[in-house]
Nanobody
Framework: QVQLVESGGGLVQAGASLSLSCAASGSTFGMWAMGWFRQAPGKEREFVASIDKTGTLIYYAHSVKGRSTISRDNAKSTLYLQMNGLIPRWTAGYYC?????????????????WGQGTQVTVSS
């Protein structure tokens, strides 16, 4: 059973930085593409960033590009998302997801395993 556990969310002021982590169980983390998605109340889940198993193919949503960095440490089975210059509309639950089937993807339906999420709230 694959488990993904996010951490690092919280309440921050606009302009602050935040680093999210996603710890994965099992020994196959290094074989999966990984992604971050977010969902605000009343809105659909949206793509934030994704990374292939080697960390060489990375995608970002246009809205976060230049302000966020996705990375992974396969030895620690951990995925990271560094966010800088946070803005209030980035307030959402942030979810990590794993895709054993795809090299990399921006689509939520391509991910088979999801964490429970960590809340990020950005105050103005």
């Amino acid at each position: 059973q694959v488990q993904l556990v996010e951490s690092g969310g919280g309440l921050v002021q606009a302009g602050a930085s935040l680093s999210l982590s996603c710890a994965a169980s099992g020994s196959t983390f290094g074989m999966w593409a990984m992604g971050w998605f977010r969902q605000a109340p009343g809105k659909e889940r949206e793509f934030v960033a994704s990374i292939d198993k080697t960390g060489t193919l990375i995608y970002y949503a246009h809205s976060v590009k230049g302000r966020s960095t996705i990375s992974r440490d396969n030895a620690k089975s951990t995925l990271y998302l560094q966010m800088n210059g946070l803005i209030p509309r980035w307030t959402a639950g942030y979810y990590c997801a794993a895709s054993p089937r795809y090299t990399n993807s921006r689509r939520a339906q391509d991910y088979d395993y999801w964490g429970q999420g960590t809340q990020v709230t950005v105050s103005s």
